[in-house]
């Protein structure tokens, strides 16, 4: 596994962009995109500069996991990106000294599972507050669909944790103190404190292990900086 910063180069990625996102990636990802799947790239870099992290919808009660991720899948699909089951197809051929064909092999077939987005070449998912062991699921995946051939790189959009928490708690407590006394409450709508479910952190220390391959992959966190800027309100 070759961790890479291509994602730093200003041809590749526009800076405010990258200052708005936490990024890790493998195998010089971000350069493989804008290279080989340009138009691809040039919708994962729209994306990433027109969402923006908005507390009505991350704090909800009950909606935080699927409200961000329905809202950036959204925007994927459209831009003509497709949530696809992507299946494996094998076949072995059996050829002579001189490239005669002996027998053909019977194929054999394996089951993928539904990717959030797929476009050309190129597979992306959003885990946002999901369990952890989908991480497993998706880098095993990626690896085999690359060394399959079926795609030139993936795409793994996330969070900050712990940072977007301590955000959480600013924005609830500035909230809280506008509230009369009896209406105040310290515990925040959704719960940040959970450290088994999908984000940067969880996802840097499986990469780190070397379970990418040589699979292009980028992982692009939202932190602080992805925030709107507005505060937090039930309207």
Known sequence: MFETCTYEDPIVLDPKIRARWAFLETSSAAAVLRSVCPSEWKDITQVLAEFALDPRSWLKKGGNRGDIAQQIDGMFGALGWRET??????????????LDVIERLPAVEQEGYLVDNFKGRVALDVEWNAKDGNLDRDLSAY????????ISAAVLITQDRLGLKTLAERLWADHQAALPEDQKTAKLPIDLNTSTTTNLEKAALRV??????????LIVAATQNTWNGKPYSIV
């Not at 780190?208 to 992959?217: A, F, H, N, Q």
């Open 85 to 98: 089951r992507v299946d494996l197809v094998t076949q072995g051929v059996l050829l002579s000294k001189s």
């Open 208 to 217: 780190r292990r070397g379970v990418m391959g040589t699979c292009p992959l």
């Open 143 to 150: 690896r085999a669909w690359h060394e399959a051939g079926v």
